[in-house]
Nanobody
Framework: QVQLVESGGGLVQAGGSLRLSCAAS????????IGWYRQAPGKQRELVAD???????NYADSMKGRFTISRNNAKNTVYLQMNSLKPEDTAVYYC??????????????WGQGTQVTVSS
C-alpha cells in the first residue's frame, strides 16, 4: 500500500501562486508515476500533470506554461508549482500514484485531496 498526503492548498487571488506538495509513504517501490488531478464542482476529474520516476513530465494543455511539476525522490515528494492562477483553476486537487508494468496500471493510489480556491 502507498499513502499519499497532500498539502499546500488554500485561497489565493487571481494572478497569485500556490505550491502543492504530495508526500508518498509505504510501498513506494511499487509506483513509478506520480501526478496531480483536479476536480471542479460538476465536472469530471482531469489530469493536471504527472512525472515519472526518471523525471519525464506530462501536462494538460491548459496548464502548460503556468504549472510546473517536480519531484524529490529522496523525500518521496512531488510538488506542483501553480502560477498565474485563474478562477477557473478552482478545484479539489488530488495526488495520484500509479505503478505501470508492461503497459498496464497495476497499482493506483489517491490522496484525499486539497482545496484550491482562486478568487477574482
Amino acid at each position: 500500500q502507498v499513502q499519499l498526503v497532500e498539502s499546500g492548498g488554500g485561497l489565493v487571488q487571481a494572478g497569485g501562486s500556490l505550491r502543492l506538495s504530495c508526500a508518498a509513504s509505504g510501498s513506494t517501490f511499487s509506483i513509478n508515476v506520480i501526478g496531480w488531478y483536479r476536480q471542479a464542482p460538476g465536472k469530471q476529474r482531469e489530469l493536471v500533470a504527472d512525472i515519472s520516476q526518471g523525471g519525464s513530465t506530462n501536462y494538460a494543455d491548459s496548464m502548460k506554461g503556468r504549472f510546473t511539476i517536480s519531484r524529490n525522490n529522496a523525500k518521496n515528494t512531488v510538488y506542483l508549482q501553480m502560477n498565474s492562477l485563474k478562477p477557473e483553476d478552482t478545484a479539489v486537487y488530488y495526488c495520484n500514484a500509479k505503478g505501470w508494468l508492461v503497459g498496464a496500471v497495476v497499482n493506483d493510489y489517491w490522496g484525499q485531496g486539497t482545496q484550491v480556491t482562486v478568487s477574482s
